[in-house]
């Protein structure tokens, strides 16, 4: 079975500055996707970024963007210039490769943004 | 075009009781999956579906069922309702399920809270 850490329970910026949240995950699988999701107090968790394993190059999204070390099997995920609506609880999950859409999520990492 | 809708928003159950949760997924896609949140934890898999078969379950007791209808609406089940079932209780469509298909993305509902007492 694969499990997703995120071993920050609590990350609070700076408007405007930058902040990374660290995400380990553990897998036997060489093929896989790895996501970032951002779950607001509306409750709807909303993808903000998503990598695949076989690339090596790390993915970006605007202002979002991870470092993805597959070999150490790390997930990291970088805002810049922090905004005050991306106040939220923040998702790592896996989707290992098959005939499903399964996602295996860790327990979140909420950020606060300080004005 | 409307995003994925679950009803209802909030629920109070007791214990023992049965609930069902709908959801309707994006115009268009065929597969719904089903999650459960407890409390500051990560969603849960519980189900599966596409094309009205059970494509995937989680690690959930018998109490948990669910079906998908043709219009490729679901509901989720929860028979002989416990305490630790209390949880925000998440659907989510795709357009397509399997590997390999293109960039299909997983969208969500907004969730049913519910509350077992």
């Known amino acids: 079975a694969q499990t997703v850490t995120q071993s920050q329970p609590e990350m609070s910026v700076q408007e405007a500055e930058t902040v990374t949240l660290s995400c380990t995950y553990d897998t036997s699988e060489s093929d896989y996707y790895l996501f970032w999701y951002k779950q607001p107090p509306s409750r709807q968790m909303i993808l903000v970024i998503r990598q695949e394993a076989y690339k090596q190059q790390n993915a970006t999204e605007n202002r979002f963007s991870v470092n993805f070390q597959k070999a150490a099997k790390s997930f990291s995920l970088k805002i810049s210039d922090s905004q005050l609506g991306d106040a939220a609880m923040y998702f790592c999950?896996?989707?290992?490769?098959?005939?499903?859409?399964?996602?295996?999520f860790g327990a979140g990492t909420t950020v606060t943004v300080r004005a | 075009d409307a995003g994925v809708t679950q009803s209802p928003t909030h629920l109070i159950k007791t214990r023992g009781q049965h609930v069902t949760l709908r959801c309707s997924p994006i115009s268009g896609h065929k597969s719904v999956s089903w999650y459960q949140q407890v409390l500051g934890q990560g969603p849960q898999f519980i189900f599966q579906?596409?094309?009205?078969?059970e494509r995937g379950r989680g690690n959930f007791p018998d109490r948990f069922s669910a079906r998908q209808f043709p219009n490729y609406s679901s509901e989720l089940n929860v028979n002989a309702l416990l305490l630790g079932d209390s949880a925000l209780y998440l659907c989510?469509?795709?357009?397509?399920?399997?590997w390999g298909r293109g960039n299909e993305k997983l969208f969500f509902g907004s969730g049913t809270q519910l509350s077992v007492l």
């Open positions: 989510a469509s795709s357009l397509v399920v399997g």
């Open positions: 999950a896996y989707r290992t490769r098959g005939n499903d859409y399964k996602l295996s």
């Open positions: 579906y596409y094309e009205k078969e």
